[in-house]
């Protein structure tokens, strides 16, 4: 685990911190906390919600009714809005500040700051309960801990630090996912910088939902996807997977009087499927309800190429994807073409396969595996 990913946690509400001078933001700012002082923070307040939750169930209560609203598709919540909340005539802000929790947003050019965090990262906090939400029960919420996911790369976090009701810490495997529901802090993944639910996960629907209208010609279909380990692409306090599909193929104009031109084309960019529940797909397939790929007609190659990636955010890379250009008409020899396509430099690439139309008959359910991590069912049918 790195420096970045490893918080420094020592629980102290009075601890100071000094920013290194001309310290830039790495997410485009110009004067931002370090990584352990965005932990301290998210420790801090992981801490506090635990300790007002015991003295104030009913702040629990609040938190999984507004968690079930899923505003992003997941059971999140902005923790913005949640500290305005008011329960027994004080705001849920107001009962954290009387525990100590300090949200702090320091102003440009300050260099000393007392468990604070930038407003970007202020208005990106989220509350979520990300597994067995249905079993946070009355019981349950009299004995939460709230654990806290830390700023950094995810998949070299294997463990993180949770509370409970009286400020006592543990720690907590992020990797096996709990029996039991927890509550978790964290910068939201779904959440932009003006602190806004990102614009794909507004009214999240199944993707199936966007598929093309059928024709004669036989589509390709896929029905069902599966993570073979869940904990290893996702940790479990991430909430549901950000799974984003995306395909190539070459197409030949037809229209031409000479050899006919050969171009890549993309397929599918970053389709976003985020609704399956983490026990719904976890080493068990999830249906997609037939989401159309594409239609097979003359103009397309007979190879294509399919790759996934779970989406973790970061700056945007680029990425290529190779795809063979075999037409039955066409027998002059065409190099592969590499088709451009970008996504986001935290993101996890679960994987990239050149799928070829003759090894899957017609209405016949196929299997694509995508190293260990990741499995994909398809269907060529009418």
Do not use: H
């Amino acid at each position: 685990m790195n420096d970045e990913a490893q918080p420094k946690l020592d629980g102290k509400s009075s601890a100071k911190f000094v920013l290194t001078d001309g310290a830039e933001d790495p997410d485009g700012g110009t004067i931002d906390l370090t990584p352990q002082l965005r932990n301290q923070y998210l420790d801090n307040l992981a801490k506090t919600l635990a300790i007002v939750i015991r003295k104030n169930p009913e702040v629990g209560r609040i938190i999984k009714n507004n968690a079930l609203q899923k505003i992003d598709g997941d059971y999140d919540i902005l923790y913005s809005n949640l500290e305005n909340t008011n329960v027994s005539g004080s705001t849920i802000g107001e009962l954290m500040r009387q525990e100590g929790f300090q949200n702090f947003i320091p102003k440009a050019g300050e260099n000393t700051v007392s468990l604070g965090i930038s407003d970007e990262y202020s208005k990106k906090t989220i509350i979520s309960i990300p597994s067995n939400i249905e079993d946070y029960t009355e019981n349950i919420i009299l004995n939460t801990k709230v654990a806290s996911f830390p700023f950094g790369n995810d998949e070299t976090i294997s463990s993180v630090v949770a509370y409970d009701g009286d400020g006592n810490s543990s720690t907590v495997s992020a990797l096996q996912e709990p029996s039991e529901p927890y509550v978790v802090v964290s910068f939201g993944e779904r959440i932009d910088d003006a602190g806004l639910v990102k614009e794909e996960f507004r009214n999240l629907n199944d993707p199936s939902g966007r598929t093309q209208n059928r024709n004669v010609n036989d589509g390709e279909f896929i029905t069902a996807i599966k993570c073979n380990n869940l904990g290893a692409i996702e940790p479990w306090l991430r909430g549901k997977p950000e799974l984003r599909l995306y395909v190539a193929s070459a197409v030949a104009d037809l229209n031409t009087s000479g050899p006919p031109t050969v171009n890549g084309v993309k397929i599918q960019d970053g389709v976003l499927f985020a609704t399956a529940k983490r026990k719904e797909i976890d080493n068990k397939f999830y249906s997609v309800n037939d989401y159309r790929l594409f239609t097979w007609t003359q103009k397309y190659s007979d190879y294509y190429t399919m790759a996934w990636i779970e989406e973790d955010g970061g700056p945007t890379v680029t990425f290529k994807l190779s795809v063979t250009p075999k037409f039955a008409f066409v027998t002059t020899s065409t190099a592969d073409l590499n088709i451009d396509f970008s996504n986001w430099e935290k993101d996890d690439n679960l994987g990239s396969v050149q799928v070829y139309r003759p090894d899957l008959a017609a209405n016949t359910l196929g299997e694509i595996r995508f190293g260990t991590t990741f499995t994909t069912q398809i269907i060529s049918k009418p």
